[in-house]
Every structure is written in structure tokens, then in C-alpha cells.
């Protein structure tokens, strides 16, 4: 017994099963946990919106378009960064049962279908992406313990109290004689719970302009990743001798990073940069706007999405600030939610 307890607090071990058999049912716990995360995400996320004075039906009826967009996205991503695994045998490359997932193409697509249909709905696009912000992290925290169940994408080996246990078949060739490695898909949870946190914070405060808070999200994550895909040990194209996710990542985050002084360029000597600045400076991006170009479509574009425009009137789904948090989003999971097939996250 003392043994094995003390073999628990020098490692993490790995689980023997990732499967849950209920009767003829096969559950793969890879996809119930990407699935799990969707579900809190948009749960999370509808209530968010609620506080703001939205509908509770809008997050779901976006997520029913934005999630398989961004599996389709995950895949594409995945496939193009990795076309050397398809040479000869391109049909293949259909299958996403024996490939993997790439989430920052599940975020990119996601986020372009779903900002397409908040446009058709007549909904303010930029308050809906930072209503979304801090749900999108959470849902890849919890589809990502699907690789601790798959044994998959760790880091490199280390001693470390929290070293995670592979199996030997699960030990990427040259590291056959390492019993524990980095579990790098809990440092990238514990990030990006934390970066959820933080965004909630921040959204409190109400300093933030419209859609800021989606562009932090995406600064934080791309932060997050480059650390984390550095220390990965799996097979991943190169583009001189550095992973394509870390060049992916950095240029998300210098991208963002971009916006986010674009957007504030002047401000220091405005009378305010909050709520009230905001009213101003970014008056209706729901009609016409384009969601990250930050510019003003005015009032008759705001006319046109079904959305009041006035400095003196706002919808109650245009409040600014995002005081409550609550809510998350599964627009974009990331991943796919198919509990029959291991899609192993990049």
C-alpha cells in the first residue's frame, strides 16, 4: 500500500482503458470529453449571454453550425500541415477516424461560420465572439484530458513529481527506456482554465471595448500553445526546424497582439476607453462590420442587421463591459464530439 501511494505522488499514471462499454454501446472517452467540453462550452456561453439580455435559444442555434464547422476546420488543419502522412493514399485524408484534429483550424472556421450566422440572425457579432471568449478555453481543457486517456502528445521525458506514466507501445521511437514524461496536455488545461478565469475578470471591468475580449482569448491561447507545442516530443511538420503549431502560434498571437493596439491607437488622450468610449468608437459591428477590423458600420447598417444604433439607445444585448461571467461556448470545441473515434487533438 505504501508503495503505491508513494508511486502516485511521483508520477501520474496513465489510464489502462479508454473505452466505457455499456451494453453493445462503445464509448471512446476521447469524444466524451471532447463532447463534454462542447456541452459545458455552450451551456456556459448561453448564460452569459442571458445576463446580457439575449435570447437563451441564440448560442445554441450558432453552436449547431460553428461546432462541426470547426471540425471540418480541425481537420483541414491537421491534413494540410501534415500532407506528407497522405501522399499517395489522399482519400485518407477523409477519414477522421484514423487522423487527428488541429484546434486552431477548429477555431478559425468555427469562428467564420459562426460569426456568418450571428450576421444573419441580426445579432451583434462583436459582443457575441466576447461572450464566447472565455467558454472556448474551457471546452479545450476538458477535450483535452482525452489524450491523458489516449496516451498521447506528451512532452519530453522528466523526473518530475508530476511526470505522466506511458505504457511502453505508447513511447514515441528513441524514448523506449523513459518511464515518465511531461503531461502536456494538463499544462495546456491548467492554462487555458486559467486564461478563462482571467478573461471572466477582465470582462468585469468593463474597460474593454466590443470584441477585445475574443481577440485576449486569442493572444492568451497562442501564448499558451507556443510554450506548451515547444516542449511536445510526437511527429509534427517542420518549417525550418520548428514546428508548424509554433509558427501557427506566434503568428496568432503578433496578429492579435496588432489588433489589440490598432484598436487602441488614439485612446490615451480620449476622455475614456471603456463602456462609454465604446459606445462611440465602435458603434455597430453586427450589420455590417467586419468582426476584427474594429470600424464603425454605422446607423443604417445597424438598421439593416435589426439592431438599434443610436448614442442614446442600445439593445440589451449590446452591454458592454461583459459584468457577468457565467457562461461558456461551444462554438468551437475544437475537436470532434464523436464518441466512436480517437481524433487525437494537435
Not at 475578470?201 to 471595448?209: E, N, P, T
Not at 487602441?264 to 467586419?290: E, I, L, M, Q, Y
Request: with cysteine.
Amino acid at each position: 500500500m505504501l508503495a503505491a501511494l508513494s508511486s502516485l505522488f511521483l508520477s501520474i499514471p496513465s489510464p489502462s482503458r479508454n473505452v466505457i462499454e455499456i451494453g453493445p454501446l462503445t464509448l471512446r472517452m476521447y469524444g466524451l470529453c471532447i463532447a463534454v467540453g462542447a456541452l459545458v462550452a455552450v451551456s456556459f456561453a448561453s448564460r452569459r449571454w442571458v445576463a446580457r439580455g439575449g435570447s437563451p435559444d441564440d448560442v445554441g442555434s450558432i453552436a449547431i453550425w460553428a461546432i462541426p464547422a470547426g471540425v471540418i476546420g480541425a481537420r483541414i488543419y491537421h491534413v494540410a500541415t501534415d500532407w506528407k502522412t497522405y501522399q499517395g493514399d489522399w482519400g485518407a485524408a477523409l477519414n477522421i477516424t484514423k487522423g487527428g484534429l488541429g484546434i486552431p483550424g477548429g477555431i478559425a472556421l468555427g469562428a467564420i461560420v459562426g460569426v456568418l450566422v450571428v450576421k444573419r440572425k441580426g445579432l451583434p457579432v462583436k459582443d457575441l465572439l466576447d461572450v464566447a471568449a472565455p467558454a472556448l478555453p474551457i471546452a479545450q481543457a476538458i477535450g483535452r484530458l482525452g489524450n491523458w486517456f489516449n496516451q498521447e502528445l506528451f512532452g519530453r521525458p522528466t523526473t518530475l513529481p508530476w511526470g505522466l506514466e506511458i505504457d511502453p507501445q505508447n513511447r514515441p521511437s528513441g524514448y523506449e527506456a523513459y518511464d515518465t514524461f511531461h503531461p502536456t496536455f494538463l499544462y495546456e488545461s491548467l492554462w487555458n482554465l486559467s486564461l478563462a478565469a482571467l478573461l471572466v475578470w477582465i470582462d468585469a471591468k468593463g474597460k474593454l471595448r466590443r470584441g477585445e475580449l475574443f481577440v485576449l482569448y486569442v493572444f492568451g491561447y497562442s501564448l499558451g500553445r507556443l510554450w506548451v507545442e515547444e516542449m511536445r516530443i510526437d511527429h509534427a511538420s517542420l518549417i525550418w526546424g520548428v514546428r508548424v503549431n509554433i509558427w501557427m502560434s506566434a503568428i496568432a498571437g503578433l496578429t492579435a497582439a496588432g489588433i489589440l493596439v490598432w484598436n487602441r491607437r488614439g485612446s490615451a488622450s480620449a476622455p475614456g476607453v471603456g463602456a462609454d468610449a465604446d459606445a462611440g468608437a465602435w458603434a455597430d459591428v453586427d450589420a455590417g462590420a467586419d468582426a476584427g477590423a474594429g470600424a464603425d458600420a454605422g446607423a443604417g447598417a445597424g438598421a439593416g442587421a435589426g439592431v438599434a444604433d443610436s448614442s442614446e439607445e442600445r439593445t440589451p444585448q449590446v452591454s458592454v463591459g461583459g459584468a457577468n461571467e457565467g457562461a461558456s461556448e461551444g462554438a468551437i470545441a475544437g475537436d470532434d464530439q464523436s464518441t466512436e473515434a480517437e481524433l487525437p487533438q494537435e
